[in-house]
């Protein structure tokens, strides 16, 4: 997914939280489906800037001459502009964008 193209506000927003919970029923269980969502956001656009960042690394022998590389600069800054993946896994949620299984009692006793 492409995580630029989100339409999750890049500022924390209150939410009613009996509002979220709707779907679930339980407000615990809709923290959880968003937090793992959240995880799985960050760990992608983590993987994603390491990938990117990968090509600017140096050698250990040149690391003593300090420099910028304004292009390293520009993608870690596009990142870091980017919506929280707390907010981004949240506006998904809301969007009925988001695929989960809640799964009853009787399977966790099995």
Same mark, same amino acid.
């Given at each position: /997914? ?14 009613? /939280? ?44 040149? /690391? ?47």
């Amino acid at each position: /997914m492409d995580y630029k193209k989100t339409k999750a506000s890049k500022n924390t927003i209150t939410r009613d /939280m009996n509002q979220l919970s709707s779907k679930v029923g339980n407000v615990y269980e809709t923290v959880a489906i968003i937090s793992k969502r959240a995880n799985q956001i960050s760990t992608s656009l983590k993987r994603e800037l390491d990938s990117k960042l990968q090509d600017f690394s140096v050698p250990q022998e040149a /690391m003593d001459e300090t420099f910028e590389n304004k292009e390293q600069i520009e993608i870690s800054r596009s990142y870091e502009k980017l919506p929280k993946p707390t907010l981004i896994a949240t506006q998904e949620y809301i969007d009925n964008e988001l695929v989960y299984r809640v799964g009853s009692k009787d399977d966790a006793l099995k």
